[in-house]
């Protein structure tokens, strides 16, 4: 369940975390090597692109926010959308 590395999302200004499951998929998917890594994500598909280091929203690929596996600890605005502290 616990993790060395945490994935996170671009927001406006800052970084959000993926929520656990997600993180656990995106994780698995880069330590076995793979170019991406296919979600669903707040009722939507994405693709997150380990080459670009980009979360693409497959229906509408404008949608594009930078992605970066970072240490759980980096300071964060929350995880999935909830703001924390
Ligand atoms: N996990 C959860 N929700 C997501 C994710 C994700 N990885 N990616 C996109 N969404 P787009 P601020 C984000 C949500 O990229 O104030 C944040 O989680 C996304 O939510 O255009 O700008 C916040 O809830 C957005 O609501 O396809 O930092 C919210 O934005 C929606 O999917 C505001 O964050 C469309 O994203």
């Not at 590395?5 to 800052?14: D, I, L, V």
């Not at 994405?46 to 980009?54: G, T």
Request: include cysteine.
């Amino acid at each position: 369940r616990n993790h060395d590395y945490q994935w996170y999302y671009e927001g406006r200004n800052g970084w959000w975390k993926y929520d656990e499951r997600s993180n656990c998929d995106l994780e698995a998917a880069f330590v076995r090597g793979e170019k991406d890594c296919k979600l669903l994500l707040a009722g939507a598909l994405y693709r997150v692109d380990f080459e670009k280091n980009l979360q693409v929203r497959q229906n509408d690929q404008t949608k594009r926010r930078r992605v970066r596996r970072d240490m759980p600890t980096l300071p964060s605005k929350g995880i999935a959308g909830i703001k924390t502290s």
